[in-house]
């Protein structure tokens, strides 16, 4: 079958085909379990008919695995409207957005939407037909009612809208106008809805209206994805090919999402074909010796993922914007990726926004002097601004001292190098750090709460750069000790942002071009995260399978349902 591809007016007019690659998807290695056929035994001493006497031959079960860190607190719910508590890749096999990024070519996929929608001439109201031959895992069809519920929901509970789709300048309504059309009013011109509908998966009205959708565990998912939830256990997550997606039914019989505590286990897997992929967690000093098996690949593209240190602006101190800087000017970003990343990722933009949104980037900054690392410049940043050091070479001003709780998560060993670079720098500058490891989940917690001070971690936005760019809206945070309502963990706040942010929502393309790199400079600016890099790769293994679609991420849904078994 084949999935019809649509490009959003933003990404067809600034988004290159080629791009090439960060690192976010999935390693693999081959392990499938065969089940022989039963031959007849015949009858001794008389013919014997083998079509009359054969016992039908069973099906061959192919497995393949996938290999992550899956901690138990990431799978207390299966309930995609919920930001904690899940382990999100899950989502992407099971249910189905109506749109698709395609970080790989920078493109939109349809998914359960049948076109790439059809946009009223005031820009006002966008029309989506539907995939009417995608059903519930439970045999249930799926219609226009399903979509309405999903977006309803999130008006309704305002605490699950983390992209503020239904704030006074977007979403109006959406309603059924038939059984396979959805139409989107919007308040005013919002160009970004297509990309921001990516962000939204779709759930069965008839399943989540009898319950919650804020306190939902959802144990069983049922989806329209090419794959159904089967169990959980200690050790994997377990799913069955859905013979009846819309996609096209897989080859692989059974998806494994295969648990591990950290990636030195996962990669020692994938080296040993125990797994067949990850989803981009991986040792990455162990990549040089994984990549000597010619079997072991690495697809690298622009992702939407930045991974950055992330300084908490309403702590003291760090509230001053000379501290931000200092910080921004004493890490050694190249360096990082380098000997961090082994190479395998791209030197983020001061201004936060990835290079998978092409021309948008605003490239002017690579070249700002004030930005270049430079352990002199961090010390006179400070100086300038009134610190002084004190007797232990440490930065003090008005009886603050710059001294800071770095927060990097555990088991992680490209991480744990990279942040222990960079604390280095930052003691060279005069600022001193107090390690602490926590796990993933404690990494997002921490920064959605704001109880911390710095944290090395990554930020994964939806597929457009005002979304992007949006992480930096105040809207989108909230005082220490309440969870932000998105992802604007630093707790930044700047009235001109705000102002720039609001304008592009409804500008025009050539206006939000002139806009979003406004807003790019002064996020390099005012320093509220110091960008490292952006990451996303799919490590992946031809060993035991073959027929990856590499037009998309390899292990992606959307090429699993190509992959077959050598």
């Given at each position: 079958?084949?999935?019809?591809?649509?490009?959003?007016?933003?990404?067809?007019?600034?988004?290159?085909?080629?791009?090439?690659?960060?690192?976010?998807?999935?390693?693999?290695?081959?392990?499938?379990?065969?089940?022989?056929?039963v031959?007849?035994?015949?009858?001794?001493?008389?013919?014997?008919?083998?079509?009359?006497?054969?016992?039908?031959a069973?099906?061959?079960?192919?497995?393949?695995?996938?290999?992550?860190?899956?901690?138990?607190?990431?799978?207390?719910?299966?309930?995609?409207?919920?930001?904690?508590g899940?382990?999100?890749?899950?989502?992407?096999?099971?249910?189905?957005?109506?749109?698709?990024?395609?970080?790989?070519?920078g493109?939109?996929?349809?998914?359960?939407?049948?076109?790439?929608?059809?946009?009223?001439?005031?820009?006002k109201?966008?029309?989506?037909?539907?995939?009417?031959?995608?059903?519930?895992?439970?045999?249930?069809?799926?219609?226009?009612?399903?979509?309405?519920y999903t977006?309803?929901?999130?008006?309704?509970?305002p605490?699950?809208?983390s992209?503020?789709?239904?704030?006074?300048?977007?979403?109006?309504?959406?309603?059924?106008?038939s059984?396979?059309?959805?139409?989107?009013?919007?308040?005013?011109?919002?160009?970004?809805?297509?990309?921001?509908?990516?962000?939204?998966?779709?759930?069965?009205k008839?399943?989540?209206?009898?319950?919650?959708?804020?306190?939902?565990?959802?144990?069983?998912?049922?989806?329209?994805?090419?794959?159904?939830?089967?169990?959980?256990?200690?050790?994997?997550?377990?799913?069955?090919a859905?013979?009846?997606?819309?996609l096209g039914?897989?080859?692989?019989?059974?998806?494994v999402?295969?648990?591990?505590?950290?990636?030195?286990?996962?990669?020692?897997?994938?080296q040993?074909g125990?797994?067949?992929?990850?989803?981009g967690?991986?040792?990455?000093?162990?990549?040089?010796?994984?990549?000597?098996?010619?079997?072991?690949?690495?697809?690298?593209?622009?992702?939407?993922?930045?991974?950055?240190?992330?300084?908490?602006?309403?702590?003291?101190?760090?509230?001053?914007?000379?501290?931000?800087k200092?910080?921004?000017?004493?890490?050694?970003?190249?360096?990082?990726?380098?000997?961090?990343?082994?190479?395998?990722?791209?030197?983020?933009?001061?201004?936060f926004?990835?290079?998978?949104?092409?021309?948008?980037?605003?490239?002017?900054?690579?070249?700002?002097?004030?930005?270049?690392?430079?352990?002199?410049?961090a010390?006179?940043?400070?100086?300038?601004?009134?610190?002084v050091?004190?007797?232990?070479?440490?930065y003090?001003?008005?009886?603050?001292?710059?001294?800071?709780?770095?927060?990097m998560?555990?088991?992680?060993?490209?991480?744990?190098?990279?942040?222990?670079?960079?604390?280095?720098?930052?003691?060279?500058?005069?600022?001193?750090?107090t390690?602490?490891?926590?796990?993933?989940?404690?990494?997002?917690?921490?920064?959605?709460?704001?109880?911390?001070?710095?944290?090395?971690?990554?930020?994964?936005?939806?597929?457009?750069?005002?979304?992007?760019?949006?992480?930096?809206?105040?809207?989108?945070?909230?005082?220490?000790?309440?969870?932000?309502?998105?992802?604007?963990?630093?707790?930044?706040?700047?009235?001109?942002?705000?102002?720039?942010?609001?304008?592009?929502?409804?500008?025009?393309?050539?206006?939000?071009?002139e806009?979003?790199?406004?807003?790019?400079?002064?996020?390099?600016?005012?320093?509220?995260?110091?960008?490292l890099y952006?990451?996303?790769?799919?490590?992946?293994?031809?060993?035991s399978?073959?027929?990856?679609?590499?037009?998309?991420?390899?292990?992606?849904?959307?090429?699993?349902v190509?992959?077959t078994?050598?």
């Open positions: 079958m084949s999935i019809r591809k649509s490009r959003v007016n933003l990404f067809k007019r600034y988004v290159p085909l080629g791009i090439a690659a960060l690192l976010s998807v999935v390693l693999f290695t081959g392990c499938s379990s065969n089940v022989s056929n031959q007849p035994a015949g009858n001794k001493g008389e013919g014997t008919n083998s079509s009359m006497s054969a016992e039908p069973k099906a061959e079960k192919i497995s393949y695995r996938i290999g992550d860190i899956i901690n138990t607190e990431q799978v207390n719910n299966f309930n995609p409207y919920l930001n904690t899940n382990y999100r890749p899950l989502f992407d096999y099971v249910y189905d957005a109506l749109y698709y990024f395609n970080p790989v070519k493109e939109l996929i349809n998914r359960l939407a049948a076109d790439s929608g059809t946009w009223s001439e005031d820009q109201t966008l029309t989506v037909k539907l995939n009417t031959t995608a059903k519930w895992h439970d045999g249930e069809a799926f219609t226009a009612d399903d979509v309405v977006f309803q929901v999130l008006k309704d509970h605490v699950l809208d992209y503020h789709l239904w704030s006074d300048t977007r979403l109006n309504s959406v309603r059924a106008s059984s396979d059309t959805v139409v989107f009013q919007l308040n005013n011109p919002f160009p970004s809805l297509t990309n921001y509908l990516t962000t939204v998966y779709i759930v069965p008839h399943l989540f209206e009898k319950e919650d959708p804020e306190t939902f565990l959802n144990k069983t998912p049922i989806g329209t994805g090419a794959f159904k939830f089967r169990n959980i256990n200690e050790s994997a997550i377990l799913l069955d859905n013979p009846e997606s819309y039914a897989p080859q692989i019989t059974e998806l999402l295969q648990r591990f505590k950290d990636s030195p286990a996962i990669t020692l897997a994938l040993k125990e797994i067949q992929g990850t989803t967690t991986i040792a990455m000093p162990s990549l040089p010796k994984l990549l000597e098996n010619k079997d072991n690949k690495l697809q690298q593209f622009p992702g939407l993922s930045t991974f950055a240190v992330i300084i908490n602006n309403d702590k003291p101190g760090l509230n001053d914007v000379a501290v931000r200092a910080i921004q000017q004493a890490i050694n970003r190249e360096e990082v990726v380098e000997k961090g990343e082994m190479g395998a990722a791209t030197v983020g933009n001061h201004g926004l990835s290079q998978v949104f092409g021309s948008l980037v605003n490239e002017k900054l690579a070249d700002d002097p004030s930005l270049q690392f430079s352990i002199e410049q010390n006179k940043t400070l100086e300038n601004a009134g610190y050091k004190n007797s232990k070479g440490i003090e001003k008005d009886g603050v001292k710059l001294s800071f709780v770095y927060y998560a555990a088991n992680a060993p490209a991480q744990n190098k990279e942040g222990a670079m960079i604390t280095g720098w930052l003691n060279q500058a005069g600022i001193a750090t390690i602490k490891m926590v796990t993933w989940p404690e990494l997002t917690s921490l920064a959605m709460s704001g109880s911390y001070d710095l944290i090395q971690n990554g930020i994964t936005v939806p597929a457009d750069p005002q979304a992007a760019l949006e992480v930096f809206h105040s809207k989108m945070t909230a005082p220490i000790g309440e969870n932000t309502s998105g992802l604007n963990w630093a707790r930044f706040r700047d009235s001109q942002v705000d102002e720039w942010l609001d304008e592009g929502s409804a500008a025009n393309a050539e206006q939000r071009t806009l979003y790199k406004k807003v790019q400079a002064r996020i390099a600016e005012l320093a509220p995260v110091v960008t952006s990451s996303g790769k799919t490590p992946y293994s031809e060993t399978f073959t027929n990856y679609d590499t037009n998309v991420p390899a292990t992606s849904v959307l090429s699993l190509k992959v078994k050598k």
